[in-house]
């Protein structure tokens, strides 16, 4: 497997994607440890959903590790194959989050605006 940056992002997906698409066995098991990447944005999502794709059309068993708890949250909000052995990632506990910061946002700015 090739050494993952800190933050994958749309700055370098590209390369990334074709690293980690070039490492995949043909037939088997892969097992994609994130440990050492701190960051990823939907651009990193998309490496990912890519791989789980081109994993899935190998017939190779996909595993992720590793996972810091920012990289899990991002995850968190698109959905993943489950027979890829994705972690179990609960997106509603994020958006319910987001979605409490929100309204907590729009009724701080409505108390200082009106």
């Excluded at 390369?15 to 960051?39: C, Q």
């Excluded at 993943?80 to 179990?88: G, K, L, N, R, S």
């Amino acid at each position: 497997m090739p050494d993952l940056p800190p933050h994958i992002d749309r700055h370098n997906a590209r390369e990334v994607s074709a690293a980690l698409i070039a490492s995949l066995p043909s037939t088997g098991s892969f097992e994609l440890d994130l440990s050492h990447v701190e960051r990823i944005d939907s651009s990193g999502v998309a490496v990912l959903a890519g791989l789980a794709r081109e994993a899935s059309r190998r017939s190779v068993r996909l595993g992720v590790t590793g996972l810091k708890p920012e990289v899990r949250e991002t995850l968190a909000l698109f959905p993943f194959p489950a027979d890829h052995d994705a972690p179990a990632l609960r997106a509603a506990g994020l958006l319910e989050r987001i979605g409490q910061r929100t309204i907590e946002i729009r009724e701080i700015t409505l108390h200082y605006v009106v």
